[in-house]
């Protein structure tokens, strides 16, 4: 038997947990969109894409400090200065930030700024990342392995939660299958076994489990139909120069319009997804940071 004391739902009735991050919500009434770049790159490209996933409708913004490579020639990403930049962009915009830690080594420099702690599919089953993470009370977005199953993830959230932390939300990312039309292959059916299974909020990343912008709609579509709690995507100023993940990157006009596609779907779907009264979208293209911030103003 599957001991998940903590993360089991008890009852079809028992209501899902919240996650509460600086003020935002994952896992109530609302469908919680998370967006931003997949790496911190410089302070210009994260300031423009906070203000700008904020003035599309995300509700907490995504950057990645330090990036699990397969390569170690890649772009590992800009360590504790994107810590910085990544506290400025949330004290511009409001955004709370959503930002893994991969070495227990940097959690008190991560926790710092951190309002969300991702612990990435790479570490999913890192039992003593789990267990530091699990010592803090700072929310957990913890990311399916990419060859884990859906028991595998849920004994990951029991050891967060088995050290005290309660506020863990659980994603689905894409597992490794046969299939290579797709970087991974979106584990649709888990969304609903997962809500079954736990009442932790559970969220998608269908930009990871794409790896191509163009599928990244209708794989976020998907997911509000099957019941996920919300989303995280990721978004660039300019996709084709991205040090990481360009590919699936959305740029900030796709990201927009994806938001304006989805919004009436999840009122369909009994979940709420209010977007800000628009904004012209020519305020937003690539005209310097003090134009986006105008923006967020
Ligand atoms: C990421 O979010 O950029 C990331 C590396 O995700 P994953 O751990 O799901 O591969
Ligand atoms: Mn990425």
Request: glycine fraction near 8%; hydrophobic fraction near 45%.
């Amino acid at each position: 038997m599957l001991d998940t004391r903590l993360t089991a739902r008890t009852s079809p009735t028992q209501p899902s947990t919240a996650v509460h991050a600086a003020g935002e919500t994952v896992g109530g009434p609302a469908f919680t969109v998370i967006a931003g770049p997949c790496s911190v790159e410089n302070r210009e490209m994260l300031l423009l894409s906070a203000a700008s996933v904020r003035a599309s409708g995300a509700r907490l913004l995504r950057g990645g400090a330090f990036k699990p490579r397969t390569s170690p020639y890649a772009f590992r990403g800009l360590g504790a200065s994107a810590l910085e930049m990544l506290a400025e962009a949330r004290d511009l915009t409001g955004l709370p930030v959503v930002t893994e830690l991969m070495d227990a080594r940097d959690l008190d420099a991560v926790d710092a700024v951190a309002d969300v702690i991702q612990i990435g599919a790479r570490n999913m089953q890192n039992f003593s990342l789990l267990a530091a993470v699990g010592e803090r009370d700072t929310p957990v977005l913890l990311k399916r392995g990419m060859s884990a199953t859906v028991n595998e993830l849920l004994l990951a959230a029991e050891h967060v939660m088995a050290h005290g932390n309660s506020q863990v939300i659980l994603c689905e990312r894409g597992i490794r299958t046969f299939e290579t039309a797709t970087r991974n292959t979106l584990d649709i059916s888990a969304i609903p076994v997962l809500k079954q299974e736990t009442h932790l909020p559970v969220i998608v990343d269908p930009s990871h489990a794409a790896g191509r912008a163009d599928l990244v709609p209708a794989l976020a579509a998907a997911a509000i139909a099957v019941g996920a709690d919300g989303l995280i995507v990721e978004v660039h100023p300019d996709p084709a120069s991205a040090l990481s993940d360009g590919a699936q990157s959305l740029t900030f006009d796709a990201f927009a319009e994806m938001m304006r596609a989805l919004a009436p779907l999840a009122r369909v779907c009994g979940r709420r997804l209010d977007l800000p009264l628009s904004i012209p979208l020519d305020a937003l293209s690539d005209n310097g940071v003090s134009s986006s911030l105008r923006v967020c103003a």
